[in-house]
């Protein structure tokens, strides 16, 4: 399964970026707050991924913030809303409006978003409302800032089944250090901090 991917952006449009990693270009479903917060193609950009598999297709779905993806894989938990209306829905409200307007049970917003219709609302609401975290968008945003360095490290630390919060976690106490900045030694530091 492919869970992040970094390369150079080929090229972008409101619904799908393509992504060339070691030679080969991914096509990549994106939502339309990713779209927006992409840099100019020929840029490298490093995406967090889902990959969904059915019998007769691969789709990768790709997002900047970790909460996006986040957000998106418990969109596609409710009974009626798959991969592609997952992001419609992600593209039609901000994140941090929508989760706001699950947990207040506000269905009359919800069924604004284009494709969301009232039973879907109601579902949303009735599956999700006390699985999503309070905050859940605004506490990823420093995701971007992380460098190509950072955003391995904490790639690694992830497959080795570290939770993600802990992961950034370690990895700010790692980076504060200061003397890290290869890989190797921002790997051992962000482990040495995860160890106490």
């Not at 409101?14 to 270009?25: D, H, K, L, R």
């Not at 840099?39 to 007769?56: F, N, Q, S």
């Not at 209306?85 to 917003?109: C, H, K, Y």
């Amino acid at each position: 399964m492919i869970a992040h991917l970094r390369g150079t952006l080929l090229s972008k449009h409101p619904n799908q970026a393509v992504v060339e990693t070691g030679g080969v270009g991914y096509d990549v479903t994106i939502s339309v707050p990713t779209f927006s917060d992409l840099p100019a193609a020929g840029t490298e950009i490093a995406l967090h991924i889902h990959t969904h598999v059915r019998e007769d297709t691969i789709a990768l779905y790709g997002f900047l913030r970790p909460s996006e993806k986040l957000l998106f894989e418990k969109l596609i938990s409710v009974s009626g809303i798959g991969p592609k209306l997952a992001i419609t829905i992600l593209s039609g409200m901000p994140a941090d409006e929508m989760v706001a307007a699950i947990r207040s049970n506000d269905v009359a917003r919800l069924t604004r978003i284009p494709g969301i219709g009232r039973k879907t609302a109601e579902r949303m609401v009735l599956e999700l409302r006390d699985k999503l975290p309070e905050a859940a968008p605004s506490t990823a945003m420093p995701t971007p800032a992380k460098s190509a360095v950072e955003e391995d490290v904490l790639s690694a630390l992830v497959n080795l089944g570290y939770p993600r919060a802990n992961a950034e976690k370690a990895l700010q106490v790692a980076t504060k250090v200061g003397k890290a900045t290869t890989f190797d030694a921002l790997f051992r530091e962000a482990l040495g901090a995860l160890s106490k």
